[in-house]
C-alpha cells in the first residue's frame, strides 16, 4: 500500500521500499539509516526490515529539526 501521508498511514509498519518511495530515496539509503542505528526497525530476514510508522515520523521530526537550524552568515571583510 503506498504511503499518502506517513502521519494518516493506517499501517503500524512501513516497508523499506514503501518509505524509500515515499521520502523519495532509494532502498540503499533506508537500509543505511537502518544499518547506522539512526532509523530503527525490525529484522525479518538478511536484508527483510519493517518499520514502524511512528519511528519513521520520529526520525522525519529529528530530520526537519536538523534541516531547520540557521546557518551561519559568511564573514564580511
Not at 13 to 42: C, F, M, N, P
Request: glycine share 6%; aromatic share 6%.
Amino acid at each position: 500500500m503506498p504511503i499518502v501521508n506517513l502521519s494518516t498511514h493506517p499501517a503500524q509498519y512501513v516497508t523499506v521500499g514503501e518509505l524509500a518511495e515515499y521520502w523519495g530515496v532509494s532502498r540503499q539509503q533506508i537500509h543505511k539509516r537502518i544499518e547506522s542505528g539512526t532509523l530503527a526497525a525490525i529484522r525479518l530476514g538478511a536484508r527483510l526490515y519493517r518499520v514502524r510508522t511512528v519511528s519513521a515520523l520520529e526520525f522525519e521530526r529529528q530530520a526537519s529539526v536538523c534541516a531547520e537550524r540557521p546557518r551561519a552568515l559568511p564573514l564580511m571583510h
